[in-house]
């Protein structure tokens, strides 16, 4: 669903500097990570670039980065990790709403779902899951999906941008530059393959912000022209490999600025022809082999459906990044905007398991979906405001497929009527680092010593 700036708070709806091909974000508020890459890559950033990459710390030869990306590709598979941000700060009494909570009628007594509307959750009979989240539930009985139904951090900080930033970068420090994820890439990944991150929109995911290695933004599989105004046909088709032309010639700058801005330019050639038989201006050339929920307003499900094809091609991917369909920041009208987004992001993701499975690689996938914060308990009329703990989900085969953390009951709300956290996430990115990728948590996880570890795979 597009999202309607007149339904949000004025911080999450106003303009802001965008920092160039990052999240835009208000005065005042955490740099996100991955600022400093804007000054030493280059950032091959226009209204019609579908293809973005952000460039390595350190300099490689031609041969290396012509080669990069076809040699990962030849080695072994590895874990791969999805990053799924429901922007805004979903409302996790909703998703799952406490039915059986004796306080919950009194806190929403507009907006609060009605008993047996949805499907019980199997884990705390107070609970009950959303009508539009009935895949989640279908994947949750399945074993395939783990819950934390109050996730959060400690001292919760409201503001979309901070909470946003602590969440992207593993730690609360509103300083740190790097993204956790990309600190995980400059261990498990390799200075001459840009797809081992992969960004699947228009802009880099702050998370994938690595300090060494490079990564990608890529619109969709099928989709990573670059539309010059005035220019088509076969002079368009090579404007990509004009750029990377234009890198190669410059790699051995003096100025290491420009070496590396040079170097960035040049990787754009190989993520290019790597996704090049996936598909073209827009039009893909795969099947996927189970059917996406068709959306006219968002390209969620056709992005989802490109990076399963991309992975069974056995393009290098480890993580990747997307944002849900819509914004989650419901102060008014709640209900219609919740439903609607909710709809299309769970069949789209029930959709993207099933397409995992039936190409035989859902046991090297988890995908991760998060926000920066739940909502408040009480509801404000039509919507509800800014809170504190929320709803997280793990969804895979190797998945635990059991709740971490406990519901902790709406009689036990902190003091600014909030959910309290059960479950710290820096624990849960401490399990994925160790247990997924094989990474010290201490490496990559700044801060975050004496937080638990929990169980999350089989």
């Given at each position: ?58 300099l490689l030869g031609v041969p ?156 969709r599989a099928e989709n990573v ?234």
């Amino acid at each position: 669903m597009r999202h309607d700036p007149r339904r949000c708070c004025a911080e999450h709806g106003r303009a802001a500097r965008a920092g160039a091909g990052l999240p835009a974000i208000e005065a005042g508020m955490p740099e996100p990570a991955g600022t400093g890459l804007s000054r030493r890559s280059l950032l091959l950033r226009s209204a019609g670039l579908a293809l973005s990459v952000y460039g390595a710390g350190r300099l490689l030869g031609v041969p290396a980065f012509e080669d990069g990306v076809a040699r990962a590709q030849a080695g072994p598979a590895g874990a791969v990790l999805l990053s799924v941000f429901l922007d805004g700060g979903v409302d996790s009494l909703s998703v799952l709403a406490p039915v059986g909570d004796p306080y919950y009628r009194p806190l929403r007594p507009t907006l609060g779902l009605d008993e047996g509307a949805g499907r019980p959750f199997a884990e705390d009979a107070r609970l009950m899951w959303h009508p539009a989240a009935g895949a989640l539930a279908d994947l949750h009985a399945e074993g395939k999906l783990t819950v934390l139904p109050a996730v959060g951090y400690t001292d919760p900080d409201q503001s979309h941008f901070t909470s946003r930033h602590y969440w992207e970068v593993g730690a609360l420090d509103a300083r740190l530059q790097t993204g956790w994820l990309g600190r995980v890439l400059d261990r498990v990944g390799a200075p001459d393959n840009p797809l081992q991150g992969l960004s699947l929109g228009y802009q880099l995911s702050p998370a994938l912000a690595a300090g060494r290695n490079p990564v990608a933004a890529v619109d969709r599989a099928e989709n990573v022209g670059f539309w010059t105004p005035g220019t088509w046909g076969p002079v368009g088709d090579g404007v990509v490999g004009g750029f990377s032309a234009i890198g190669r010639r410059h790699l051995g700058s003096r100025s290491p600025a420009m070496a590396q801005a040079a170097q960035a330019a040049a990787f754009t050639g190989a993520v290019s022809a790597a996704l090049a038989p996936l598909g073209k201006d827009g039009k893909p050339a795969y099947t996927p082999p189970v059917t996406y929920p068709a959306s006219d307003d968002d390209a969620f499900p056709q992005r989802l459906a490109g990076l399963a094809a991309m992975l069974a091609a056995g393009l290098p991917v480890r993580c990747a990044t997307i944002d849900a369909p819509g914004a989650y920041d419901t102060h008014a009208d709640q209900a219609k905007t919740l439903g609607e987004n909710l709809e299309l992001t769970c069949t789209s993701l029930l959709a993207f398991q099933r397409d995992l499975e039936a190409r035989g690689l859902a046991d090297r996938v988890l995908t991760l979906v998060w926000s920066e914060f739940g909502r408040r308990a009480k509801e404000n009329g039509s919507g509800t405001d800014h809170g504190a703990a929320g709803v997280g989900f793990l969804m895979g085969t190797r998945a635990s497929g059991r709740m971490i953390g406990e519901f902790p009951g709406l009689d036990r709300l902190d003091d600014r009527g909030n959910l309290r956290a059960t479950s710290d996430f820096r624990g849960l990115y401490g399990a994925l680092a160790g247990d997924w990728f094989g990474v010290d948590p201490a490496a990559v996880l700044p801060g975050s010593g004496g937080i638990g570890r929990p169980v999350i795979l089989k």
